[in-house]
């Protein structure tokens, strides 16, 4: 399974976009880009997924680059409720094991 | 609809002991997977079912085991519980076709004391 890098933590203002960036150098060909949002002491909750280009949901945008080495997952005007950590997963989804890395810790300030 | 559910919410017990961890999946997933989360980490994947079949386990001892019923719902079974074994458990379901995103339950907090 293709391994993750994240930033521990992040900053940011409310109101702002807020960008988090994940390298997955040795992502495999089948294998797609997911994001899940938690917050203290519940389950990960999906936010978006996607194999390349551009994604956008109601809730984020995913951008990833043609070598699918990388991905962005871009929130738009974070409120104090988008304050949570953040996960990025690679893997070909279905039935196959998820694994989590150490995520992203986003603290939106007021 | 209901998403994944899982019970008890809530367990304390006491070192040797042995505890059942319950899950029912999303209606129309034939997929559940167990992970454990440890306070300040990631979720640690432990087992995968898919169809009543096993079809991955992470690294961890012996003491964990999982089933899966013909209705889709799995339990995790920890014999000789250890105070390392505290922790949040977490079920996701899952439809089991490629690409197919997890949902996730909201967690069974285990306290060994």
């Known amino acids: 399974l293709a391994k993750t890098t994240q930033p521990i933590s992040m900053d940011s203002y409310e109101g702002q976009e807020v960008n988090i960036t994940c390298s997955h150098n040795?992502?495999?060909?089948?294998?797609?880009i997911t994001w899940y949002q938690q917050f203290p002491s519940q389950g990960p909750r999906f936010i978006i997924q996607?194999?390349?280009t551009k994604v956008t949901n109601e809730v984020a945008s995913l951008f990833i680059p043609a070598d699918r080495k990388s991905s962005t997952l871009s929130l738009p005007r974070v409120s104090l409720s988008d304050t949570a950590v953040y996960y990025c997963?690679?893997?070909?989804?279905?039935?196959?094991?998820?694994?989590f890395g150490t995520g992203t810790k986003l603290q939106v300030i007021p | 609809d209901a998403g994944v559910t899982q019970s008890p919410t809530h367990l304390i017990k006491t070192r040797g002991q042995h505890v059942t961890l319950r899950c029912s999946p999303i209606s129309g997933h034939k997929s559940v997977s167990w992970y454990q989360q440890v306070l300040g980490q990631g979720p640690q994947f432990i087992f995968q079912y898919y169809e009543k079949e096993e079809r991955g386990r992470g690294n961890f001892p012996d003491r964990f085991s999982a089933r899966q019923f013909p209705n889709y719902s799995s339990e995790l079974n920890v014999n000789a519980l250890l105070l390392g074994d505290s922790a949040l458990y977490l079920c996701a379901s899952s439809s089991g076709q490629e690409g197919a995103e997890a949902f996730f339950g909201q967690g069974t907090r285990l306290t060994v004391v």
């Open positions: 996607g194999y390349k």
């Open positions: 040795n992502i495999a060909t089948n294998d797609y």
């Open positions: 997963l690679v893997g070909a989804g279905g039935y196959q094991k998820v694994t």
